[in-house]
Nanobody, 115 residues
Framework: VQLVESGGGLVQAGGSLRLSCAAS????????MGWYRQAPGKQRELVAT????????NYADSVKGRFTISRDDVKNTMYLQMNSLKPEDTAVYYC?????????WGQGTQVTVSS
């Protein structure tokens, strides 16, 4: 499967961005999809996930109330709406799709938040 992220960029603190992750096959073919991020010198961390069946969502405490994950099953695309961005949100954001124990990753998109 191919996952292609887009929507990253440079934004001022307090601004918004929407990331997209286009999958090469139906989003229904995955159990869970999610967004992860990796800042320089840090480990990759979970940002948010969304399940396929019930569309249950889960967020890292650091982004709760500011980020919203969603999925468009017609377009086979997952989104991450990011509001009230902070400099500490600066990272490469990766799309993930999991089927059972098999994980697929996108190439990542850079998000930079200036203070």
């Amino acid at each position: 499967v191919q996952l292609v992220e887009s929507g990253g960029g440079l934004v001022q603190a307090g601004g918004s961005l929407r990331l997209s992750c286009a999958a090469s096959r139906s989003t229904f073919s995955f159990n869970v999809m999610g967004w992860y991020r990796q800042a320089p010198g840090k480990q990759r961390e979970l940002v948010a996930t969304i399940t396929t069946v019930a569309s249950s969502t889960n967020y890292a405490d650091s982004v709760k109330g500011r980020f919203t994950i969603s999925r468009d099953d017609v377009k086979n695309t997952m989104y991450l709406q990011m509001n009230s961005l902070k400099p500490e949100d600066t990272a490469v954001y990766y799309c993930n799709a999991r089927l059972l124990v098999v994980n697929s990753w996108g190439q990542g998109t850079q998000v930079t938040v200036s203070s």
